[in-house]
């Protein structure tokens, strides 16, 4: 277990597609045109907060590997410091900047996959995956790796008995993902609202349009999904989000209650080797 002076944090794997193909340049191109610096900011969600791939660096002799931090900035926004006796204060920041929160991560070029450290404070999945849709919606999406390739077990498999999904909708429909995915949402709907839990089971003896199939991969590609489960009429069983590889990896704090930047590449590193025959099922099966 984990000393006060240490930290456990958890590791997602995502793989890069772009119209659902995985033979894709672009993050390495974004990556690779701005080595030893960022790449620009882009406000998503609020104008008051930006993403933004900062302190690119090739991380291999081959160049295939890339590292980088994922950082969420919040600006027009002033912090407080205070003790259990005295008041509270505020701290100053310089001019132009704003509180920044990090996701570390690595990218492997020749499986176009991004070992991404989690951080409940600063982006998700889906923060990650806008960001690469920026400054216009390029058709890119992150695929969770899963522990089985039940993407194609959905696809290849027999006609739909149920389908479940649990997602949120975007708030409004700005954004060319928004207006990429609003219609599959209204496909399982039927309306507009804000949140969508449904279940869809079909008559007995008769099977859900294959159309579903599709849509369900889609949905559960782009982020905002939280359930997506298929059960089909052979009564197998796929669940598209809860099957995902997961990895781990602690280092040491600093003064400062942070890590070195370089700790945390190398146990993104570690994370990727701990979960190396997982991932040599879903890239190579």
Not at 61 to 81: C, D, M, W
Not at 90 to 95: E, G, H, I, R
Request: aromatic residues 8%.
């Amino acid at each position: 277990m984990a000393t006060s002076s240490q930290r456990t944090y958890k590791v997602d794997f995502y793989h890069v597609q772009q119209d659902q193909v995985a033979d894709t340049d672009h993050v390495r191109n974004l990556l690779s045109a701005h080595v030893g610096g960022h790449a620009p900011a882009h406000s998503i969600d609020s104008p008051d907060i930006q993403f933004q791939i900062r302190d690119i660096a090739i991380a291999s002799a081959s160049g295939n590997i890339y590292k980088g931090v994922f950082g969420r900035l919040r600006h027009n926004e002033t912090p407080e410091q205070a003790s259990a006796t005295g008041a509270d204060a505020d701290v100053q920041l310089l001019p132009g900047y704003g509180l920044v929160e990090k996701n570390h991560f690595l990218f492997f070029g020749d499986l176009n996959l991004i070992v991404f450290q989690r951080n409940a404070h600063a982006g998700r999945n889906s923060h990650l995956q806008a960001y690469l849709n920026q400054p216009l919606f390029s058709h890119v999406s992150l695929t969770q790796v899963l522990t089985t390739d039940c993407y194609g077990k959905l696809l290849g498999g027999d006609a739909l008995k149920k389908v479940e999904v649990s997602l949120r909708k975007p708030a409004a429909a700005l954004q060319q993902e928004d207006t990429f995915l609003s219609p599959l949402i209204d496909q399982f709907a039927g309306t507009k609202p804000n949140h969508v839990k449904v279940v869809l089971s079909a008559e007995k003896g008769n099977s859900l349009p294959d159309s579903f199939k599709d849509s369900l991969v889609k949905l559960s590609r782009f982020g905002r999904t939280r359930v997506a489960r298929a059960v089909l009429v052979d009564d197998t069983v796929v669940d598209l989000l809860l099957d995902r590889v997961v990895g781990s990896f602690t280092v040491t704090l600093q003064a400062n209650g942070r890590a070195l930047p370089q700790d945390m590449f190398i146990g993104l590193a570690s994370a990727k080797d701990q979960c190396a025959d997982e991932l040599q099922t879903f890239f190579h099966p």
